[in-house]
């Protein structure tokens, strides 16, 4: 098993630019997590998925969307990048509500 | 205001040293978890208290859950370079159904 999967693995954005970041999982996870992780800040949930065919807003979605393709996809869009969106981006799945995450190797996205 | 308070949040040391580092909150949680991540890749459950007062042990590594289920903290004992990561507590806030929150976790380096 592959586990949590996440690509890119780095991007550079000009500002304005738009990206898809992709993840997927092959953990049979019914609920899937997108954060962002800065210094000090620690993580910061942006969007969650608790079943597919639904999401909702974490603590920071501005400029952000996400889709929950299928069971197994969950991908974060940036309509128009920000200076402020440069971080570390995780895709985590989680089986059961407030159960074990588990964490993909992360999207480092800087933009300019 | 950090639902998950730990301390301290930077910690450096020797290897050899014993350490402990803190999670605490005006909250009571039902459960609540440990992470640790290494640079570069994702966070990665180190194990989970949920019984007041529980005692579990790791290796050199020691989780406590406090009798009121409202702070934990995790002891290392004779601290290696290996252990050096981001350590990280978790818990569900109260109300059910919630999502995981994450606190700002402890940075650790253990130098050789």
């Known amino acids: 098993n592959a586990g949590v999967t996440q690509t890119p693995k780095f991007q550079v954005l000009k500002t304005g630019q738009s990206m898809t970041l992709q993840c997927a999982q092959d953990?049979?996870?019914?609920?899937m997590y997108w954060y962002r992780q800065d210094p000090g800040m620690g993580l910061r949930l942006i969007y969650y998925?608790?079943?597919?065919?639904?999401?909702d807003k974490g603590e920071v979605p501005n400029g952000y969307n996400v889709s929950r393709l299928n069971k197994r996809e969950f991908s974060l869009r940036l309509e128009s990048a920000a200076p402020s969106q440069t971080s570390v981006y995780f895709c985590?799945?989680?089986?059961?509500?407030?159960?074990?995450?588990?964490f993909g190797p992360g999207t480092r996205l800087l933009v300019l | 205001t950090q639902l998950l308070e730990q301390s301290p949040q930077f910690l450096s040391i020797q290897e050899g040293e014993n350490l402990t580092v803190y999670c605490n909150s005006s909250s009571v949680f039902s459960s609540l978890q440990w992470y640790r991540q290494e640079p570069g890749e994702g966070p990665v459950l180190l194990v989970t208290v949920v019984t007041g007062g529980e005692v579990k042990k790791l290796k050199r590594l020691t989780f406590q859950f406090g009798d009121a289920r409202k702070d934990s903290s995790l002891h290392i004992t004779a601290a290696q370079p290996g252990d050096t990561g981001l350590y990280l507590c978790?818990?569900?806030?109260?109300?059910?159904?919630?999502?995981?929150?994450f606190g700002e976790g402890t940075q650790l380096t253990v130098n050789p």
């Open positions: 978790a818990a569900p806030p109260g109300v059910e159904g919630s999502r995981l929150t």
């Open positions: 998925s608790a079943s597919e065919g639904t999401t």
């Open positions: 953990m049979n996870h019914n609920s």
């Open positions: 985590a799945g989680e089986t059961g509500v407030a159960e074990t995450q588990y």
